[in-house]
């Protein structure tokens, strides 16, 4: 059973940062292409960020471009979201994500990932 769990939420002042973590089990599941997305409340999820399987290429929304940073550590099987500047519209729930399909023009699409976390709460305060 592949479980994806995130951590690093919180509350934080705008202008502050903050460091997502998700981290796959078992150690030995892999993905070529893992992502985050966000929801935040009576809105849809949308696409943050992805990472394709060496790293070497990234997609990021243009709303965090500058911002926000997504890494992988495959041997730790990890995946990060550095998240600096934060601003109260950064506020909603943020999922890590994982897909089976290489990095390509859909990694922006939800339903290119089969593997999501439970979410963790991102709060911004003004």
């Known amino acids: 059973q592949v479980q994806l769990v995130e951590s690093g939420g919180g509350l934080v002042q705008a202008g502050g940062s903050l460091r997502l973590s998700c981290a796959a089990s078992?150690?030995?599941?892999?993905?070529?292409?893992r992502a985050w997305f966000r929801q935040a409340p009576g809105k849809e999820r949308e696409f943050v960020a992805a990472?394709?399987?060496?790293?070497?290429?990234?997609a990021y929304a243009d709303s965090v471009k500058g911002r926000f940073t997504i890494s992988r550590s495959n041997a730790k099987n990890t995946l990060s979201l550095q998240m600096n500047s934060l601003k109260p519209e950064d506020t909603a729930v943020y999922y890590c994500a994982s897909s089976p399909v290489p990095f390509g023009p859909a990694v922006e699409a939800p339903n290119e990932y089969l593997y999501w976390g439970q979410g963790t709460q991102v709060t911004v305060s003004a």
């Open positions: 990472i394709d399987w060496s790293g070497g290429s990234t």
């Open positions: 078992p150690r030995t599941f892999s993905s070529t292409t």
